[in-house]
């Protein structure tokens, strides 16, 4: 369960591995133990200012905003500061959470947030329920789900935008500005009639 030990990471380690167009492959006997093999495509590594000039075209074609107050909520501190030093570098004023309940304590005390990016496995809250307890009190709000897992656990029932881990600046980017401009209002109507039957809350 979050919060009582990550063991191998199999979950996270088999989505890095099929995001990156490789795969994991698992062995075991008894007595032996175990060997994980992790198998990835081969790239040629561009030069430093080559990336830097391919990151800056990957980011040319979204619109100029003025600053968005972004609440960032992981329970791991080390990716909770680096996914706020990426949003800070591009320009945000970033709020940070270590907890489901400590994001809702924030986004109450403030007047205004822009977007909330959160993780989705966390002790105590999903990413998920975050963000239903959020629309529930700010249906406007938007909310990006960040999660190694390929796939969402069965149930959980999200419609949230995503952004897999592990991301780069420029894909961080593209997700915060799908974020913040939804194709339609369908998920705020769904997600605020089910507040209205008292399941979020």
């Known amino acids: 369960e979050p919060g009582q030990g990550t063991g191998l990471g199999l979950s996270m380690a088999h989505g890095l591995a099929a995001q990156s167009g490789g795969r994991l492959i698992l062995r075991s006997k008894p007595a032996q133990g175990t060997t994980a093999e992790l198998w990835l495509p081969v790239i040629h590594q561009q030069p430093r200012t080559e990336q830097l000039k391919a990151d800056a075209e990957a980011l040319m074609p979204l619109p100029q905003r003025p600053p968005l107050t972004i609440l960032a909520v992981d329970d791991d501190p080390l990716v909770l500061a680096n996914t706020a030093a990426m949003l800070e570098d591009l320009g945000h004023i970033v709020l940070q959470a270590a907890s489901g309940q400590e994001a809702l304590a924030i986004a109450k005390a403030r007047h205004r947030l822009d977007l909330v990016v959160t993780d989705q496995a966390m002790p105590g809250m999903t990413g998920t ?13 938007p909310v990006l789900l960040v999660s190694g897992y390929a796939d969402l656990p ?7 935008p995503r952004l897999n881990k592990p991301f780069q600046q420029v894909t961080l980017a593209q997700a915060v500005e799908a974020a913040i401009t939804p194709p339609a209002s369908a998920t705020v109507t ?5 507040c209205s039957e008292g399941s979020a809350l």
Do not use: D
Not at 133 to 141: F, I, K, Y
């Open 154 to 160: 069965l149930g959980s029932g999200s419609n949230l």
């Open 129 to 141: 329920q975050l963000g239903a307890h959020l629309r529930c009190e700010q249906p406007n709000l």
């Open 190 to 194: 769904v997600l605020h009639a089910r």
